[in-house]
């Protein structure tokens, strides 16, 4: 069935470094991919999305793309702030399974000031 | 708008006991979803529900019995409750055509002693 991985947390990071946070998908057809936040005591939130191959999907300072051949889809930020502290997860949206969304495990990020 | 919202937001209960989660959504949102979060596993989808008086079971539905007999309202219900089924609960909420984008409550935090 579909699956997605990502790279295990805690990531610690201090203010102004780059994140790169891993993850890999498997799916029939053509999914759909998300990245979901998720700030401490609250519910998630979408962060950015791509629908099809080689789509970047972006915000707040966020980047993903979406990349067939290596099955990924990497969030990336080139400057991280305390206020980015969360939890992130990687899911996918395939029409095969209906429309149901499959998360990762998600990854803790903390930056450090 | 309130957006989604859960009650309680803490419960601890003893084993064998009952209790009813509530989410409400005031979005007109078509589906409703709950899933449960434990450490290392991401978000498992409990049950869904595609439409007022219809519900679905998801990746782990034993234990659980979900009602949606008002559009804006999902109820998750724990009959009799064991150790097992302690975890954060969530409340999502989508339109039919954009699935993929889900509106999170804020969580309910379940301890079975």
């Known amino acids: 069935g579909d699956s997605v991985t990502q790279m295990e947390g805690p990531v610690t990071l201090s203010e102004e470094a780059f994140l790169t946070i891993n993850c890999t998908y498997t799916?029939?057809?053509?999914?759909?991919l998300f990245w979901y936040v998720q700030y401490p005591g609250e519910g998630l939130q979408l962060l950015l999305k791509?629908?099809?191959?080689?789509d970047k999907g972006s915000n707040k300072g966020f980047e993903a793309t979406y990349r067939k051949e290596t099955t990924s889809f990497h969030l990336e930020k080139g400057s991280v702030q305390v206020s980015d502290s969360a939890v992130y997860f990687c899911a996918l949206s395939s029409n095969t399974g209906g429309f149901k969304t499959i998360f990762g495990a998600g990854t803790r990020l903390f930056v450090k000031a | 708008n309130a957006g989604v919202t859960q009650t309680p937001k803490f419960r601890v209960l003893k084993t064998g006991q009952s209790m009813t989660l509530l989410c409400a959504q005031d979005m007109n949102h078509e589906y409703m979803y709950w899933y449960r979060q434990d450490p290392g596993m991401g978000l498992r989808l409990i049950h869904y529900s595609v439409g007022e008086g219809t519900t679905a079971k998801g990746e782990v539905p034993d234990g659980y019995n979900v009602s949606r007999l008002k559009k804006q309202n999902f109820l998750l219900g724990l009959e009799s409750a064991a150790p097992s089924q302690t975890s954060v609960y969530f409340c999502?909420?989508?339109?039919?055509?954009?699935?993929?984008?889900?509106?999170f409550g804020p969580g309910t935090r379940l301890t079975v002693t």
């Open positions: 791509a629908t099809k191959a080689d």
């Open positions: 799916a029939t057809g053509y999914p759909s």
């Open positions: 999502a909420s989508s339109y039919r055509d954009r699935s993929y984008e889900q509106y």
